[in-house]
């Protein structure tokens, strides 16, 4: 028959889970603390990274996104607040404070054109119309940060993906899958039809109305009855290829 452990065993087991306990509990300590020097150590190389090529972050867009990578790297978010290091050195907190005024201020302008959807690019190429007399460049990146800087002000002011194409949202509308698919469908030609959406997406034609009315409620579409063919097309500025915002130069 086989011999339990005594009580001295057990509690010679017991010592030896609490020494392996106590020694990796001391492991992670000392890789916590070897983290944390590195990365007090990288921030303080960034820091003089800053300081040297501060003109070069705060005039060239490229050379500025590849500086908020670095940032991000060691957990540093140089937009976080107006005061500290950054925004003293830098500025750069003023920088993208000023683009999300002027952004708000492009959307709300070219709202009734679009319904509150509007390309990135054609939102930068407004933005940089209205910069000419700036120092700064801008940049699809600077834009899409300060973008990110919007949401305290609630619902609306995000950057959602259509295809391959992203857009700008200013409205507190809600685009499910429908919806995406019809917008992604008429990058092509500006303009679908409930006969298209219903031949190429495999849908009722219920289900092809419903998401399109719902579509121009929200102002996100137009309609165009002046054809021979007697149908209906739903045009939808924000996504076509083929339209751009008129009043771009005067806004």
């Not at 017991?14 to 020097?37: H, I, S």
């Not at 940049?139 to 857009?167: P, Q, T």
Request: charged share 30%; proline share 2%; net charge positive.
């Amino acid at each position: 028959m086989r011999r339990r452990p005594g009580i001295g065993g057990l509690q010679t087991a017991a010592a030896a889970r609490d020494q392996y306990r106590l020694l990796g509990e001391n492991v992670a300590k000392l890789r916590t603390d070897l983290m944390k020097e590195q990365l007090s150590t990288f921030r303080s190389q960034l820091e003089d990274f800053a300081r040297k090529h501060k003109n070069d972050i705060r005039k060239n867009p490229a050379f500025r996104s590849q500086f908020h990578e670095m940032c991000a790297k060691v957990g540093v978010d140089p937009l976080a607040s107006n005061k500290g290091f950054w925004a003293e050195l830098l500025g750069i907190g003023d920088f993208y404070y000023e683009l999300g005024v002027q952004i708000v201020d492009i959307c709300l302008a070219t709202r009734a054109h679009n319904g509150g959807l509007i390309k990135l690019e054609e939102l930068c190429k407004i933005l940089c119309q209205r910069r000419k007399g700036a120092r700064e460049a801008v940049s699809e990146d600077d834009c899409l940060r300060a973008i990110s800087k919007l949401k305290v002000l609630g619902s609306g002011f995000e950057v959602i993906s259509v295809g391959k194409r992203k857009l700008v949202r200013s409205v507190p509308t809600e685009l499910n899958k429908d919806h995406n698919e019809i917008l992604e469908m008429a990058q092509a030609q500006g303009f679908v039809t409930v006969e298209e959406v219903e031949r190429r997406l495999s849908w009722s034609s219920g289900r092809a109305i419903d998401a399109l009315e719902t579509l121009l409620d929200e102002g996100l579409a137009m309609i165009d009855d002046g054809h021979r063919d007697g149908r209906r097309r739903y045009w939808f500025p924000c996504v076509s290829s083929i339209s751009s915002y008129v009043g771009a130069e005067t806004i």
